[in-house]
């Protein structure tokens, strides 16, 4: 109660500018001097050379990439304002619908007229597969919609022919498909059907006298929905339909139908529908399209896989229906490599800006009359968001890892690309929507402006974890490969090999009873830790399984009864695979600063896998372990502070790219910027 009169009496005679009856107990409130910006260059150093550590987290291309970022910057077409007495490039979101489609539409014809899609669809091999992936990255970070739409074309239409199309396709498709004198897009999703490709409803037949497939829609829930491209500007679509042969459904398959005119009139036949307006991704045109007896040669039949003869035979050299279905999903692993490595651009985004905010804006002071302090010396915040940094560097080693894995494919590695590119895609956009929340938090009430990007980023990266494969369920099959691989092993008494997967051979590591400091940073501890959990976890999931197919369950009924354990194994995979790719990117530098600080963000990493709710669950750690990694984790943040500017500075993201907030955003809000 005296302490509340104190303050009241305080606050009081503060108002009133009237002088305490005794200053020596009451401490006077005076005004403080008006904030001043400081930008953070001022007083954080660099300990490493940053654009060593840019050039291994980007990994490739980064010329390239620049380039590419200049000629954006260069153009008025990427919408380029001042703010703060800085230039920044973002798209106009106060645009209608209407209009951010048209500008995605100028963009794209701006970057085809200066080359940036040559060869992305007509050259082959390791070189133009990478630079390919570069400017796609440096694109997505100026506007989803931007990549978004050219996935569509590139990725997903142009892919499917690729791979599922034969030389005839590849001559007569691919050249004007990279010229874009073809707009392609890509059906498959229905209004019925989203991850169960196999429930597809749209039917396509074969009339023998006429040599041409018929496609149909037979009810509303066979709609094509989601269809990026579809409502204004696609002339041609791959269809995924069940094709029907004499009476006998031979499963899904592609087919390219022609849904426009050059001049952009819908074919008849076709029927199309715009999805309407998005909580993100505006700029791309997703449409609903219904087939009506849709007639297209026998030659469109993509047939890679299978075909039909002239008089209406089935051919295929893959007899299991399951593996043949399995090879129709291929362009789907391209898809879901683009989307994992643009989560984790758009989780350096959202860090650079968040962590730049954090090292220039102050408040509270800790005692009267002394300055406020940064929001980073906080170890509050250090907590919130240094964390997610270390996150973001390990997934730019297993995004680069990923993106290799890919561009060196084999018929041997599909098995292998396929777990991995489903166990990154989840868990990379998931941590972008974690690392996009609390960088909207940290920036308080700047992060609900749109013009400071990372609040509007949250809305536009949300499908992530729906399209090219709902996160849950591409987890799903994670566990029932890691399934497959276990009981293969048991079966054949054979060593495991593939999926990282080797560690299985070895004996099973220990966690000591007491977890010191100098344990808890040793790389070997880590991997021991994370690898006790995966393991054990496998065992369980298999156990757990076959208990409930011992009671006359089928497999596919014993999976979902043990989607906990499934889950918590797909989890464990992912985190050691991640953290597996940052050790081999740490072991590949000399000794020095650079690795240095690389080791701290790797036993950040690892400790914050080991935080994880499963290793008390399971009993991996004690109270008192865990206790002790939590405390760790707080003193690495700590050591990592005054590395922060340097760790967002090595991210090589030009400031026009980032926001107003990041830099001077004092000025950036002043009464001339309004005049202006």
């Known amino acids: 109660m005296d302490r509340a009169f104190q303050r009241t009496k305080i606050l009081t005679n503060h108002l009133l500018q009237s002088s305490p009856s005794s200053p020596a107990q009451i401490p006077s409130l005076s005004s403080n001097a008006c904030l001043d910006y400081s930008p953070p260059e ?27 970022f200049g000629m954006m910057m260069q153009s008025k077409l990427f919408n380029p304002r001042v703010r703060g007495g800085k230039v920044f490039v973002s798209p106009d979101y106060n645009q209608s619908m209407e209009q951010q489609r048209e500008m995605t539409w100028k963009r794209i014809v701006y970057l085809l007229e200066r080359g940036v899609f040559k060869g992305w669809l007509t050259e082959k091999g390791e070189e133009a597969e990478m630079r390919k992936f570069a400017y796609f990255e440096a694109l997505g970070l100026f506007d989803h919609s931007i990549a978004i739409k050219l996935g569509v074309h590139f990725f997903l239409w142009g892919g499917a022919i690729q791979f599922f199309g034969t030389k005839h396709h590849h001559d007569k498709w691919l050249r004007d498909t990279e010229n874009y004198l073809i707009k392609g897009c890509f059906a498959m999703t229905e209004l019925g059907h989203g991850s169960n490709v196999r429930g597809i409803e749209t039917v396509t037949t074969y009339d023998s006298n006429t040599g041409e497939f018929v496609i149909n829609t037979p009810c509303e829930s066979a709609q094509k929905y989601w269809i990026g491209g579809a409502a204004n500007h696609a002339t041609h679509t791959i269809v995924f339909s069940q094709l029907n042969i004499n009476g006998t459904n031979q499963g899904v398959h592609a087919f390219i139908a022609q849904i426009r005119d050059a001049v952009g009139n819908v074919c008849p036949n076709i029927r199309i529908a715009d999805c309407g307006h998005k909580i993100g991704l505006n700029g791309v045109d997703n449409g609903r399209i219904w087939f009506d007896n849709v007639r297209v040669p026998r030659e469109n039949l993509l047939n890679s896989v299978a075909d039909v003869s002239a008089d209406g035979k089935y051919l295929s050299s893959i007899k299991d229906p399951d593996q043949r279905f399995a090879a129709f999903l291929a362009p789907l692993t391209a898809g879901r490599v683009n989307i994992a490595v643009s989560a984790v651009y758009q989780s350096k985004v959202g860090l650079a800006i968040a962590i730049r905010y954090a090292l220039t804006r102050r408040a509270f002071s800790v005692k009267p009359n002394e300055p406020e302090v940064l929001l980073l010396d906080y170890p509050s915040h250090q907590r919130r968001l240094v964390p997610l940094l270390a996150k973001t560097y390990a997934m730019s080693f297993a995004a680069n890892y990923l993106k290799m894995l890919y561009v060196k494919r084999t018929p041997q590695s599909n098995k292998t690309i396929h777990v991995v590119s489903s166990s990154f895609k989840a868990v990379f956009t998931w941590n972008n929507m974690q690392i996009l929340q609390e960088c909207r ?12 990007r990372v609040g509007h980023l949250k809305g536009e990266h949300d499908v992530q974890s729906t399209f090219e494969g709902d996160n849950n369920i591409l987890m799903q099959q994670v566990s ?10 048991q079966k054949k008494n054979k060593a495991f090999k593939g999926l990282g997967l080797e560690h299985m051979n070895k004996p099973c590591p220990v966690i000591p009873s007491q977890l010191t400091s100098a344990t808890l940073r040793c790389s070997q ?98 109270v008192d372990n865990a206790a002790a990694v939590r405390r760790e984790i707080t003193k690495v943040c700590s050591e990592l502070r005054p590395h922060a500017l340097a760790l967002v500075s090595s991210f090589g993201i030009p400031d026009a790219f980032l926001s107003p907030v990041a830099f001077n955003w004092i000025d950036a809000n002043s009464w001339s910027s309004v005049q202006h």
């Open 480 to 489: 029932k490969a890691l399934f497959a691989e276990y009981v293969a092993a």
């Open 441 to 452: 938090e940290a920036c308080g009430g700047q992060g609900l402006k749109t013009e400071n």
């Open 525 to 622: 501890f880590q991997m021991d830790a994370l690898c006790l959990r995966e393991r054990d976890l496998l065992k369980c999931f298999v156990l757990d399984v076959s208990q409930h197919q011992a009671k006359g369950e089928s497999k596919e009924h014993a999976f979902i009864m043990s989607y906990q354990l499934a889950e918590d194994l797909s989890r464990a995979f992912s985190d050691r695979a991640i953290f597996q790719k940052f050790v081999e990117a740490e072991a590949t530098l000399a000794a020095g600063s650079l690795k240095d600080v690389l080791g701290m963000l790797r036993s950040l990493y690892a400790l914050i896998c080991i935080e994880d709710v499963a290793f008390l669950r399971y009993g991996y750690l004690s």
């Open 42 to 68: 001022l007083s954080e150093g660099y300990a490493f050379d940053i654009k060593e550590m840019r050039q291994l987290l980007d990994g490739h291309h980064v010329a390239d990439r620049d380039w590419l």
